[in-house]
């Protein structure tokens, strides 16, 4: 399963460096000379990347070898790309052929990276080295011509035509050299026999072998061959394979056995003796490795490094001790194992991005993996719970870039983890850490904690009192968080909104800015804004409800009795009248509100305690039992009219009142009274209208008693009644409908009094009513006016 998932991220990823090879294609190598001087040009990669030279250093244009080795240098000023360092072609390559070195050019803002290869081409800077000064070979006298003899190799550091040629020897009256190509390339000399040796003439040779390379001029190098010409041996040394094939791995142990050779000898005694020997003395070989030259073990005594060395090839030579020898090669090849961890460098990194910003490339980091095969693949990727994913880019680079625009204020801070990880086993991963943090922009208006708020506050405040507060929150930073408070426009133009409020920009404090009076402006709605200090600045709005609270700051005032300063107006009350008789009824309004405007009426003072009372919710004076004739005739009555605020006011209000023994006119027709109060006009047109239709009542009543007197001169009218004549006074009730406090209707039935004098009176008042609890029941508060006026 671990498989099939990994398989279609591979496929993805090679799709990818196809892409990229299309857009970013490997541009023609350049070559130059090992040793060349520093500062000599190489090429101008301006030019050949087809770029303005002033384009190089707005582009942060770099170049990055894969070594991380700074061999050359790109100068900005002209493009050129020049040497930074003396290069040594064996150093940096060895024995490979050619040397070749990869190096990028990295351009920022936008991102383009240019493949380039540079060949390091060799010069004959080394000449030939024998690994031994002095070559010792014993030849047995009856050896044939034509015989050939092994001789050790010379080492050239040069490759290709500089390296070793050929090989001569001189004097050569029994010898000539032959040049042999080895299976790595190499060149070894064999010495051939063309002439028999006679050790009884010439025991021993002295000859001079010299190897030649190909340069131009060549250089050589000399060693001595000392051939000492030796008695019969029949035998000599023989392996018992020529050629060993070992695999070792790289981290095997110090001591490491590697291979056993075995040669054997036919001879007997001395001759059959068999010694090992490395062919010649590699250094590197005699470094690494230990003979044994009795056993012909072959053991480790240094670490093996695939990365360095992939495989050595070591000449055992066995000689007995008359002098003749054998050859055999032992092939190590080292086997690489996953010991190398991957390597990740950073070659762009963008510490700080703004938010909301379109994808963008955070980092570029190149990885590499000094193993092979398996070992040297490489797998790159980051954790899922951050919003950047992970793009291959040219070769071995990668780009971090964002997945889309990021918000700061849902996280402002970033720590991306990328992960390396090889293919070996065990696999082995790198982890680098980079922080991304997301600068602030202004894309959050300031919200308010409310949508509308309500405040409170009493009439009567003084001036500049703090009312409340608004209050709002930016969620961005900085600058772009800091909110301004100021008041908008008013939608009625007519309302003095800015000398009636006002509200601190840095804290939406409210003060209100004069008293407010109830009375005048019970409600105030505005809006208020919230702006923050952004570019551009954003605002959100709030509506602001001030509620006025109404104060006990008026007074009761009375419109009925009138207390203006003209005669008092006295109320006629018969003696007969019964207990609860309706005499007169106080009217009072409040210009508060609420428990404020609720008035209550109390008999403050009167002539005669105890004869008339006040209801104490509807400000009617009624007589509280039967009249007597031992009651005086004029009564003066003080109401106190009271609110029910805190604390309360009050007024109070004279009444005169006049005891009479009755009347005995009839009734007497009145007009229809006032209209429905829900008509009314204001409370003076209502004083002009009633007294107006009080003086034609009595103007009215005055015509009607003198017809009546006339008509009925000789009828004496009942005392304790009214008589009405038929055709003349129809039986009308005067019909008063109360307004303002009395919101129920009184009818009062009048009658007068007849008798042989000359003057006459009223002699009766009473009221009529459809229900007699009506009076008592129907009670609204705060009334307008009027109750029914009595004349005398």
């Not at 990885?367 to 040297?376: A, H, K, M």
């Not at 009644?721 to 009308?732: A, D, I, M, R, Y």
Request: net charge negative.
């Amino acid at each position: 399963m671990e498989a099939e998932e990994r398989f279609p991220t591979l496929r993805q990823v090679l799709f990818l460096f196809v892409l990229l090879a299309q857009t970013c294609a490997e541009r023609e190598g350049y070559s130059i000379a090992e040793e060349t001087e520093s500062g000599s040009f190489v090429a101008n990669l301006a030019k050949d990347i087809g770029l303005e030279v002033r384009e190089l250093s707005w582009r942060k244009a770099r170049v990055i070898f894969n070594n991380n080795k700074k061999h050359f240098q790109l100068n900005l000023q002209n493009g050129d790309l020049q040497v930074n360092e003396k290069l040594d072609r064996e150093d940096l390559c060895g024995s490979t052929e050619p040397c070749v070195l990869q190096f990028q050019v990295l351009l920022e803002d936008p991102l383009e990276v240019y493949r380039f290869k540079l060949l390091v081409s060799d010069i004959n800077d080394n000449s030939p080295v024998f690994p031994e000064a002095e070559m010792i070979l014993k030849i047995m006298e009856n050896t044939l011509p034509g015989t050939v003899f092994s001789l050790k190799n010379a080492q050239d550091l040069d490759v290709g035509i500089n390296n070793i040629q050929n090989y001569v020897i001189y004097p050569n009256s029994h010898f000539h050299v032959l040049t042999r190509n080895g299976s790595e390339g190499r060149k070894y000399p064999e010495l051939v026999l063309d002439k028999a040796l006679d050790r009884e003439e010439q025991p021993e040779l002295r000859l001079t072998l010299m190897a030649v390379d190909g340069g131009a001029p060549p250089q050589t190098g000399t060693a001595l061959v000392l051939i000492d010409v030796l008695d019969i041996n029949d035998n000599a040394p023989a392996f018992v394979q020529p050629l060993y094939h070992v695999q070792m791995l790289e981290n095997s142990p110090l001591g490491s056995l590697v291979v056993t050779v075995s040669a054997r000898d036919l001879d007997t005694g001395i001759n059959g003796e068999v010694l090992y020997s490395f062919f010649y003395g590699d250094e590197e070989i005699i470094r690494t490795f230990a003979l044994n030259e009795l056993t012909g073990e072959i053991k480790i005594i240094k670490k093996l490094d695939f990365e360095k060395i992939v495989s050595y090839e070591v000449d055992i030579k066995a000689s007995d001790g008359a002098g003749l020898s054998g050859k055999c090669t032992v092939t190590i090849q080292v086997v690489d194992i996953n010991d190398n961890a991957p390597e990740l460098t950073v070659a762009s990194l963008i510490s700080s991005i703004p938010e909301n910003s379109p994808e963008t490339t955070i980092a570029l980091f190149s990885v590499q993996d000094r193993d092979s095969g398996e070992n040297g693949r490489m797998v790159c990727s980051i954790q899922e719970d951050v919003p950047f994913t992970l793009k291959p880019s040219v070769e071995n680079f990668y780009k971090v870039i964002t997945e889309g625009p990021l918000d700061r204020e849902s996280r402002a801070e970033y720590n991306i983890t990328i992960t390396v990880t090889d293919l070996g086993t065990p696999r082995l991963k790198t982890q680098h850490n980079i922080t991304v943090l997301v600068s602030d922009v202004n894309d959050n208006a300031p919200a308010f904690t409310q949508t509308s708020y309500t405040l409170f506050v009493r009439e009567n405040n003084s001036p500049a009192l703090h009312i409340g507060s608004v209050s709002a929150t930016d969620r961005d930073a900085g600058a772009n968080a800091q909110v301004t408070y100021s008041l908008l426009p008013p939608q009625d133009p007519h309302l003095p909104l800015a000398s009636l409020v006002s509200i601190n920009a840095d804290n939406g404090q409210l003060f209100a800015l004069r008293a407010l009076d109830y009375e005048a402006l019970q409600a105030l709605e505005f809006r208020v804004g919230a702006t923050d200090r952004g570019s551009p600045a954003l605002s959100s709005q709030a509506l602001v409800r001030v509620l006025v609270l109404d104060a006990n700051d008026n007074s009761p005032f009375v419109l009925y009795p009138l207390q203006n300063g003209s005669a008092p107006c006295t109320e006629l009350v018969p003696r007969a009248a019964e207990p609860g008789y309706l005499v007169s009824k106080v009217v009072a309004v409040d210009g508060d509100s609420g428990q404020n405007a609720w008035l209550s009426y109390q008999l403050l003072k009167a002539t005669e305690p105890g004869l008339f009372g006040v209801w104490a919710h509807n400000g009617e004076v009624r007589t509280a039992r039967l009249l007597s004739e031992r009651d005086a005739a004029k009564h003066r009555l003080v109401v106190l009219v009271k609110d029910n605020g805190e604390p309360p006011l009050s007024a109070s209000v004279t009444l005169h009142v006049l005891l009479v023994d009755g009347f005995s006119q009839p009734y007497l027709p009145l007009p229809e009274a006032a209209a429905d109060p829900a008509q009314a006009d204001p409370l003076t047109v209502y004083l002009v209208i009633a007294l107006a239709s009080v003086s034609s009542l009595f103007l009215f009543s005055v015509l009607a008693f003198i017809a009546v007197r006339l008509c009925r001169r000789g009828r004496a009218a009942p005392l304790g009644g009214c008589s009405v004549p038929e055709g003349h006074f129809p039986g009308h009730l005067v019909d008063v409908r109360g307004s303002g406090s009395l919101s129920h209707r009184y009818q009062y039935e009048v009658c007068l009094g007849g008798g042989s004098g000359t003057t006459s009176e009223f002699k009766f008042l009473k009221s009529v009513t459809s229900n007699p609890q009506e009076s008592v029941n129907n009670v609204e508060e705060n009334s307008n006016f009027l109750s029914g006026f009595v004349f005398n």
